[in-house]
């Protein structure tokens, strides 16, 4: 083997991990931030552990609470609103991406405050049609408002309320 394919062999191959060391790089994974189980087990994967030792890493961090799921989606919940102004319909699809239970994602909502949410859905309205005041076309410029909206995840009901009082 010439130097340069062992180089390239070495780089691209992942170490192996025994079941101790797993647990201590996860404990710090997941002592980062918020982790759900999913991210967990995509991590465990690509660590190439085996399926019982999964498990038992796993089992592991739920003893230690350092994988809590109601946690998670508090603060994923939280996070999003109040960071990235998604409205509930966007939050919710990421917590069901993430694997979280219906009842996680209950707990996850009722993290934000109902007047806050509203306050935060009016700055959003207002900072988009300043955004788009030089669009000629009502018409246009409420199907622009609305798609920015949906995308972001608000109700349609909300959105429809906001653009009668246009």
Same mark, same amino acid.
């Not at 991990?17 to 980062?32: G, H, I, N, P």
């Not at 796993?58 to 994923?76: K, M, V």
């Given at each position: 083997?010439?130097?340069?394919?062992?180089?390239?062999?070495?780089?691209? @191959?992942?170490? @192996?991990?025994?079941?101790?060391?797993?647990?201590? #790089?996860?404990?710090?994974?997941?002592? +980062?931030?918020?982790?759900?189980?999913? *991210?967990?087990?995509?991590?465990?994967? =690509?660590?190439?552990?085996?399926? *019982?030792?999964?498990?038992?890493?796993?089992?592991?961090?739920?003893?230690?609470? $350092?994988?809590?799921?109601?946690?998670?989606?508090?603060?994923?919940?939280?996070? =999003?609103?109040?960071? #990235? !102004? /998604?409205?509930? =319909?966007?939050?919710?699809? %990421?917590?069901?991406?993430?694997?979280? @239970? &219906?009842?996680?994602? =209950?707990? %996850?909502? &009722?993290?934000?405050?109902?007047? &806050? +949410?509203?306050?935060? $859905?009016?700055?959003?309205? !207002?900072?988009?049609?300043?955004?788009?005041?030089?669009? %000629?076309?009502?018409?246009? !410029?409420?199907?622009?408002? $609305?798609?920015?909206?949906?995308?972001? %995840? /608000?109700?349609?009901?909300?959105?429809?309320?906001?653009? &009668?009082?246009?």
């Amino acid at each position: 083997m010439t130097r340069i394919n062992y180089l390239y062999s070495m780089k691209n @191959s992942t170490p @192996s991990y025994t079941v101790d060391q797993a647990k201590e #790089k996860l404990e710090r994974y997941c002592a +980062y931030q918020e982790r759900s189980h999913r *991210q967990v087990e995509e991590q465990l994967y =690509k660590m190439r552990m085996i399926p *019982q030792a999964q498990e038992v890493i796993i089992t592991h961090l739920i003893q230690l609470d $350092f994988l809590n799921e109601s946690r998670f989606a508090q603060a994923y919940s939280r996070g =999003k609103f109040r960071i #990235k !102004k /998604w409205g509930k =319909k966007r939050i919710t699809q %990421g917590l069901k991406q993430h694997g979280v @239970s &219906a009842y996680n994602i =209950k707990l %996850g909502l &009722a993290q934000i405050d109902p007047e &806050a +949410y509203r306050v935060t $859905f009016q700055e959003l309205v !207002k900072k988009r049609l300043a955004e788009l005041s030089n669009e %000629g076309n009502s018409t246009k !410029k409420k199907r622009k408002l $609305f798609d920015y909206l949906t995308y972001r %995840g /608000w109700e349609t009901e909300l959105i429809y309320e906001a653009l &009668a009082r246009l």
